[in-house]
């Protein structure tokens, strides 16, 4: 086989487990939510900016549209619900958002529970 046909199929074996190796928090919304506005207003412009926003970047999506493709171990039933999401299993969630400083303890946790390290040097 020439080298770089080789080299083509070792990249397609390879890509599709990179691919899915993804980390992102995933937030539940729906218009009119005010816990979701609220979350918004105190640390939306944080979080991209922390060790928690770097290892898994927000994407959001309305409750009552389409479901993202993520294996749920739940229903989402509650605004803002944010899900903790690696190789498209959540992991964990937070239903709500209980204010800021409750919100980042919580976050803590669920990155510990996962097995996420957050003192990641660099």
Same mark, same amino acid.
């Given at each position: ?46 979080? *991209?900016?922390?060790?928690? !926003? ?17 294996? #749920? ?6 605004? *803002?619900?944010?899900?903790? &999401?690696?190789? !498209?299993?959540? &992991? ?18 669920? #990155?510990?529970?996962?097995?996420? *390290?957050?003192?990641?040097? !660099?």
């Amino acid at each position: 086989m020439p080298l770089l046909t080789r080299i083509l199929v070792l990249v397609l074996l390879v890509m599709p487990f990179s691919a899915s190796a993804e980390t992102y928090m995933l937030m539940a919304e729906e218009d009119g939510c005010y816990w979701c506005q609220k979350w918004e207003d105190e640390i939306a412009h944080i979080y *991209p900016k922390t060790t928690e !926003g770097k290892l898994a970047p927000l994407q959001k999506y309305d409750l009552h549209s389409e479901t993202p493709d993520v294996k #749920f171990n739940q229903r989402v039933h509650y605004t *803002p619900t944010f899900i903790l &999401v690696q190789d !498209g299993q959540e &992991v964990g969630r937070i239903e709500g958002y209980p204010g800021e400083d409750h919100f980042w303890a919580l976050l803590t946790m669920l #990155f510990e529970n996962a097995k996420i *390290p957050l003192d990641v040097k !660099g």
